[in-house]
């Protein structure tokens, strides 16, 4: 295990993606206690009330950089106070409270009651992972009460320069009913042309110090400002513990993720057998983890997708997408896979014995995967969320905000796959073995692996294997299967002459090859009309479409 880990050491200083990824989230009540619970100095992202020194610090910055929009200056905005921190489970019953977890800033005295001035107070996120937030996307949820005059968000970089976006309260008149919460979203990507556009909602104001660093944020900050007019009164702070504090302000839903490509890079260069990658949705891994484990003793299910070979070359590398279940950090737990088992299958097809779709038949090839490399590939949004019942105990529960990774595995010349025949349909299985582990007890394995699924689009629907027959404690691991369901949501057909019907997936892999097709031609840039020879036909071609337009 500890060569294990030295290696996804060694793999997460040269990966190309992973230095360049930051990422957090919080959101559960248990998220925002471990903030608030971190110690400054501990190396652990932390959150803390602002101070004085911070409120001079943005004044600073608001003195010495550029304003776009109307002007705004914080100090003006009355007195600063510091704040308390609460948490709040959430009350969907009471209609002046937010009803999900969040965090809670409390500030203001009982002095502050009806002296129609403002009173602003702020919070700190110190962050802990990348400092470049260069091409990302951050996301926060605020829940203003009608009293908050105006919201502020910025960003400190590692030498003291911020920017910051302030938006005003629409909803700041004492009779008005609370506030909606308000999703803000910003999108780094177009940095540095920033400005008052760029988040979503738009902000009132945007200011920034000319000096700014996107590329080494240390900190994000939050200011809010409450007016209390004559006859105003404060509603209840709804945090966990008590307070003098009267004004409030909350905030859930707070993230930081880096922009995907789309479709997310292959480890190879080798060529593409077959592919069908991860699907990207609002810069998130549209998908749940399907879990997929091996152990003896019938403790596995194994999740396995068809694909089609039509050619003779070997599969010579695998690449595949999934995430540990329930882990949100950018790097793998400290339990990872011994090693994958990598299996492929012949194809049944649908209609034999009754049933309406295809499923995997006999074991051809087994692979033991202990050379395996990853890297950062995105964050999950699930689809399971969509379904207010399915089958759980078969597809698990909806998590928002997994981390997803990428796998490889290159093989060696003796381990190649090779078909049978010219063109036939496989069906290919990646599962993680841990060994003298339990991948099915939780306090063994607390974030065992699954396989990213996607909306389906290729050959027949995806599956689980869950019984073989046959030896499953020595290779061929169990030799045909004798369980199989299809991803089918909200619930999947299992047995013949049941038709499948619902929202079919798929799961997100790759296999390549490091021979050449043979009806491509390769060398040659000059054969445009790829018949493998650079003639006059070629110059005909480009002499047609000289100095053309394309309409794309």
């Known amino acids: 295990m500890l060569k294990k ?89 009471n209609p002046d409270a937010p009803d999900e977890d969040v965090l809670v800033m409390a500030w203001g005295t009982q002095d502050d009651i009806g002296t129609d001035k403002d009173v602003t107070a702020g919070w700190i996120y110190q962050y802990g992972v990348d400092p470049d937030l260069s091409n990302c996307t951050i996301k926060l949820k605020v829940h203003p ?150 152990a003896n003793e019938g403790r596995y299910k194994l999740a396995v997708d068809d694909w089609e070979c ?66 950062y590939a995105g964050i999950d949004k699930d689809p399971r969320s969509n379904y207010s019942q399915y089958d759980r105990d078969l597809f698990g529960d909806p998590i928002q905000g997994e981390t997803c990774f990428q796998f490889n595995q290159l093989l060696s010349e003796d381990e190649y796959f090779y078909q049978k025949g010219e063109r036939n349909i496989y069906w290919v299985s990646f599962a993680a073995v841990y060994e003298n582990l339990d991948p099915t007890d939780p306090k063994q394995v607390p974030y065992p692996w699954g396989w990213k699924t996607k909306p389906h689009t290729n050959l027949d629907i995806a599956g689980v294997i869950n019984d073989l027959s046959g030896s499953v404690t020595h290779p061929p691991y169990g030799n045909t299967v004798t369980g199989f369901y299809p991803l089918v949501l909200p619930f999947p057909p299992i047995g013949p002459d049941i038709e499948p019907k619902g929202e079919f997936f798929d799961y997100a892999f790759e296999l390549s090859t490091n021979a050449p097709d043979p009806t491509k031609c390769y060398g040659l840039d000059g054969d445009i009309n790829n018949d493998c020879v650079v003639n006059l036909e070629d110059f005909a071609t480009m002499a047609s479409d000289w100095l053309k337009t394309s309409t794309n």
């Open 5 to 93: 880990i030295l290696s996804l050491v060694i793999v997460f200083l040269v990966s190309n993606n992973i230095l360049a990824s930051p990422f957090f989230s919080v959101d559960s009540a248990e998220e925002w206690q471990t903030v608030l619970r971190a110690e400054p100095g501990s190396g652990q992202s932390f959150i803390r009330p602002a101070n004085l020194n911070d409120w001079g610090l943005q004044q600073q910055n608001y003195e010495a950089g550029q304003k776009i929009g109307e002007p705004y200056d914080p100090i003006i905005y009355g007195d600063f106070d510091i704040s308390d921190l609460l948490l709040f489970p959430g009350d969907p019953s």
């Open 145 to 294: 009460p009608p009293a908050i005059t105006n919201v502020t968000f910025g960003l400190t970089d590692i030498n003291g320069y911020q920017i910051s976006w302030n938006w005003n309260n629409p909803a700041n008149i004492p009779s008005s009913p609370p506030n909606p919460p308000t999703l803000i979203t910003i999108d780094t990507s177009s940095w540095p042309s920033f400005g008052p556009a760029t988040p979503s909602p738009a902000a009132y104001v945007f200011t920034y110090n000319p000096s700014f660093d996107i590329t080494k944020v240390v900190s994000f900050f939050i200011n809010e400002t409450f007016h209390s007019t004559p006859g105003t009164f404060p509603l209840p702070v709804p945090g966990d513990g008590t307070t003098t504090k009267l004004w409030w302000n909350a905030w859930d839903e707070f993230e930081v993720t880096p922009n995907p490509i789309d479709p997310p890079p292959v480890y190879t260069k080798s060529h593409i057998k077959w592919s069908q990658p991860p699907v990207i949705r609002d810069n998130m891994i549209y998908g749940w983890d399907q879990l997929s484990v091996f």
């Open 310 to 375: 039509k050619d003779p070359r070997p599969v010579t590398d695998f690449h595949w997408w999934g995430s540990f279940i329930g882990w949100t950090e950018p790097v793998p737990p400290s339990i990872v896979p011994d090693y994958f088992l990598i299996t492929i299958w012949t194809d049944i097809p649908k209609g034999v014995d009754g049933y309406l779709y295809s499923r995997p038949g006999q074991l051809v090839w087994a692979h033991k995967c202990d050379k395996w490399v990853w890297n």
